[in-house]
């Protein structure tokens, strides 16, 4: 097995899947003393994630291979560096999921919540709020015609509070709303949701996009996040504020069909970005390096 030198901007399930190898060596950023009196040392792959700032750029230059995660990721890259198509790998984010009895949780979770099980669960849930378009997944939900939904929003206690100053606008879903503050366990809220809804502002990937597949749920999210890229074309929001959005879930509630199908394909589609898989991905490259 070849030996090979990593270096990251941001840790992530894969990374420290990697640094357990044997064939592993992670190159450290050096201290301020360190870099005035040696030279500087590249990794022989790069993981870049987030701003294409200077330093990534060095880094980018400088390795055999870098690995990101997106194509859009990749484009923004040779645009700025020609003659890098060939050095720059797309490994998607990756999901470490176990496949557990869902049923079993969605009766006691719906039990809990005081769910009816007819019902379909609506969910959202995010780091942050606003960018991630906690308005505009509320704005779609008060558009939707359909009646036996619930709608389920998770996060801390701090995002809840806030949350809770702009819902009077939308009287029409006060008693379809659940407010999860501090959950312990945010997979059970996946496991028992039917759609996940993500109007999102962001471009980072979103690997509750991966995760929502993975448990049987069908995603929308804007085409603004590179989880554009790994979903279908009928899942993604032209903006956060895509009208045709509320129209479409409509349409999937109505027909038990269709929902049933969209889940099993997420859910199929899901595997392919299971850590095993990328494992076998990286070390491919490793080998070719």
Do not use: W
Not at 56 to 79: A, G, P, W
Not at 259 to 277: G, M, P, T
Request: aromatic share 10%; net charge neutral.
């Amino acid at each position: 097995m070849n030996k090979a030198t990593i270096s990251y901007k941001s840790k992530n399930i894969l990374i420290e899947k990697l640094e357990k190898q044997s064939n592993i060596e992670v190159i450290n950023e050096k201290s301020f003393f360190s870099k005035l009196f040696s030279k500087k040392e590249y990794a022989d792959i790069y993981f870049h994630s987030g701003t294409l700032d200077d330093k990534s750029l060095q880094n980018i230059k400088n390795s055999k291979m870098t690995i990101v995660n997106s194509f859009s990721i990749k484009k923004d890259i040779i645009d700025e560096i020609e003659n890098l198509n060939e050095k720059i790998e797309v490994i998607y984010p990756c999901i470490n999921l176990k496949n557990q009895n869902m049923q079993e949780i969605k009766t006691k979770k719906f039990e809990e919540l005081k769910i009816d099980l007819e019902y379909k669960v609506i969910f959202f849930t995010a780091k942050n709020f606003k960018t991630s378009g906690v308005k505009e997944f509320l704005d779609i939900c008060s558009n939707l015609n359909y009646e036996k939904f619930k709608i389920i929003i998770a996060g801390t206690n701090q995002q809840i509070n806030s949350l809770k100053f702009q819902l009077n606008k939308y009287n029409n879903l006060q008693e379809k709303l659940i407010l999860l503050e501090d959950h312990k366990n945010i997979d059970e809220i996946f496991m028992i949701s039917d759609i996940f809804v993500l109007p999102t502002y962001n471009k980072s990937f979103s690997s509750n996009i991966l995760k929502a597949m993975f448990y049987e749920n069908v995603v929308f999210v804007t085409t603004q996040n590179d989880a554009k890229e790994v979903v279908d074309v009928f899942a993604t929001m032209s903006n956060p504020s895509d009208s045709s959005t509320a129209f479409k879930i409509d349409a999937i509630l109505n027909s038990q069909n269709d929902l049933e199908l969209i889940k099993k394909q997420n859910k199929d589609l899901a595997q392919e970005f299971r850590l095993e898989s990328n494992l076998l991905k990286i070390n491919s490259i490793i080998e070719n390096v």
